[in-house]
C-alpha cells in the first residue's frame, strides 16, 4: 500500500514512442528512498527483473524497462489501491505492439501538463522512429567512409528532421 501511495504521488507511466514497452519511473532528489523500493521491487518481481537507478540533473531515477516486470508491478500496484495513476496503470497494462501508439496517446491524454510539449503523438512516434533509422544509416556510413552513402543519408536526415519540427 506504501507503494502504491508514493507512485501515485511520484511515479510516471510512460509508453515509449519507438517500441511498445512500457516503463515505469520513480525519480526524487535522494536516492535513499529509492534504494529501498529498488531493494522491495527486486524481492518481490519475478526472476530477471533489471531495476535501475541512475543520476541525472541533479536528482536519481529507478526505471523498470522490462514489460512482464512492468506488467507484474502495475498489477500490484492495483490491487493495493493506486488511485491516481489507475486510469494510466489499466491502460498501459493493455500496450501491445498493435496498440501501443494509440495506448500511448490515451495515457497523454490522462497526464498532467508537465510534459505537454515533450510528449510526441502516433505521427510524431513514426517520424521520430524513421528519424533513429536515418541516423543509424548516416552512421553506418560514416563508420565505412562511404562519401556517397554518407551524402544521401544526411540529406535525408535533414529533410526527416525538418518535416519533424
Known amino acids: ?11 510516471c507511466i510512460l509508453v515509449l514512442p519507438s517500441a511498445a514497452s512500457v516503463v515505469l519511473d ?9 534504494v529501498k523500493i529498488q531493494q522491495f ?9 533489471t531495476i535501475s537507478m541512475r ?8 526505471r523498470v524497462v522490462r514489460t512482464s516486470a512492468t506488467q507484474f508491478i502495475l498489477a500490484r500496484l492495483l490491487v493495493s489501491g493506486l488511485l491516481i495513476k ?3 496503470a489499466e491502460l498501459a ?3 501491445t505492439f498493435s496498440n501501443y501508439l494509440d495506448i500511448r496517446e490515451s495515457i497523454m491524454r ?4 508537465q510534459s505537454r510539449y515533450r510528449t510526441l503523438d502516433a505521427d510524431g512516434c513514426q517520424r521520430a522512429i524513421r528519424i533513429i533509422k536515418a541516423r543509424q544509416r548516416l552512421r553506418r556510413h560514416l563508420a565505412r567512409e562511404c562519401v556517397q ?11 526527416l528532421v525538418a518535416e519533424h519540427t
Open 1 to 11: 500500500e506504501y507503494l502504491s501511495g508514493f507512485f501515485d504521488a511520484e511515479g
Open 26 to 34: 520513480i525519480t526524487q532528489k535522494s536516492p535513499l528512498v529509492l
Open 41 to 49: 521491487l527486486h524481492d518481490a518481481c519475478p526472476a530477471n527483473t
Open 55 to 62: 543520476a541525472a540533473r541533479g536528482a536519481y531515477s529507478l
Open 86 to 88: 489507475k486510469p494510466q
Open 93 to 95: 497494462l493493455k500496450a
Open 110 to 113: 490522462l497526464t498532467g501538463n
Open 149 to 159: 552513402g554518407s551524402a544521401v543519408s544526411k540529406q535525408e536526415l535533414d529533410a
